[in-house]
């Protein structure tokens, strides 16, 4: 048989093999696009001009609350129905502990020995627990008070840089966010010395490196120093294999902290700040409530946990903009069912965060309006921080740098939509999305 024989007929084979593969959830009866042969729906949802969100928004308009499609060969399903939701990240967490993810980049998920790029976030089973611990030790709400006044610093020399635009110019309020949530992840995360907002190229992290190296003496400051602390005492009898053990762990804290903490809460801002210079009248009724807390020019801690009002705005944002929408999904490591479904171990499911936002059984006819709070009977209706064990461990650092930014800019500002501002935001990105621009206008107050 000739070598060309035998190409022809493998490739026959795969071709058919794969095409098997894509019938997979056809098989189980759930609907949903089949995809290209071999890459399945891969390279339709790697498309940054075209966000992956709005690709899942239109295939969930023609196939329903759940549906499945194909990542290479490997079977996605996407859930909208919130019963099986709940079933997913809280009553069969164990069968469901790890995020979705690629195996291939990430290495093994679950060993002690894993590769050194493993963090909190793709981590699975005791690995995860272990690396999960520390994190919510560094994010604690004891944390939280401690790096404050420094987040505070980073938001009040954001804002004094608006003084530019008072004569009534426009401005891409997104990207002075971008600049803030990024300044304040490096400050309270990683042992910045100060502000760098536009000019961020040399972090300049040796210091804390030093101090990974010898331990801190002083208390913390910031939450690299928070971790070094709870290792103070293993860090100074641990022989080097745990001592490089323990530094992996400190390095993937802070990359998590950074990759999930800076476009989630840049964006949260812009939306919510889009979304107040539609409503003028929410807008002042924020600036009264932040009057009446917080009297003074600092904004306190325990002042930023009254703001009701402000919380609820930004709640209501996250509904109708779920930022970290990505991110909620689950691999399946032991075979279960979900719902009528049996699902095999290695299937990925997602939830569909836009539909059950918007769904109007939950939250009635004008769903797609936005409201002054959100509330639902269903636990797993409003998941922008995703569910269950696994939710977002920086969801607390987020409202708390939310809401302290959102005080200071609407205490001494009003911002307002002008002749630029967009009429209907534009996106872009692939895995997560953003806004292109959020063009805002404003006035001071005094
Ligand atoms: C508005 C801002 C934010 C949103 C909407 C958001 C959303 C999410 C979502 C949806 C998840 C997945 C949860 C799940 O699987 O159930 C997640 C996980 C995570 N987020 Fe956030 N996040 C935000 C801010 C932050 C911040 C500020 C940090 C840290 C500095 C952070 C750190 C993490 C980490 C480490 C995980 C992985 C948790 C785990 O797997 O155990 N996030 N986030």
Redesign the pocket.
Known sequence: MSFAVIVVILAVFATGYYSWLHTYWSRKGVPGPRGLPFLGSFYELSDVKNPRELIIRRWAKQFGKVFGFYEGATPVLVVGDPDMLQEL?IKKFENFNA?KTTNYIHGDLESEKEEPHIN??FSQGRR?KKL?AV?NLA?SVKSLKIIHDKMENCITCMVDMFAKYEDGKPFNILEYFQELTYDV?CRT?LGAPYSNQWNNKDLELLQTMENVKNGVENPPTDLIEILLEHYTETLKVCDRAERIEILKIITGCCF??LA??YD??AN?LAYTCYMLMKHPEKMEKAQKEIDEICTSDSISYDDMSKLKYVDAIIKET?RLFP??WF??SRQCVTPTTLGKYYIEEGVRIEADVGALHLDKEVWGEDAEEWFDSSSSRNVVSWI?????P??????R??YSE?KTTLAHVLKKYTLYEGPETEKELTYQGCTSVSPIKVTAYLKRRD
């Open positions: 990240f995020r909190v976030f995860w999960r994190t994010l992840i995360g998590a902290f999930a903490g989630t809460t949260t996250l930022v970290g991110a909620c922008p921080f995703g569910a269950g696994r939710q977002c461990v920086g969801m650092l987020a939310a």
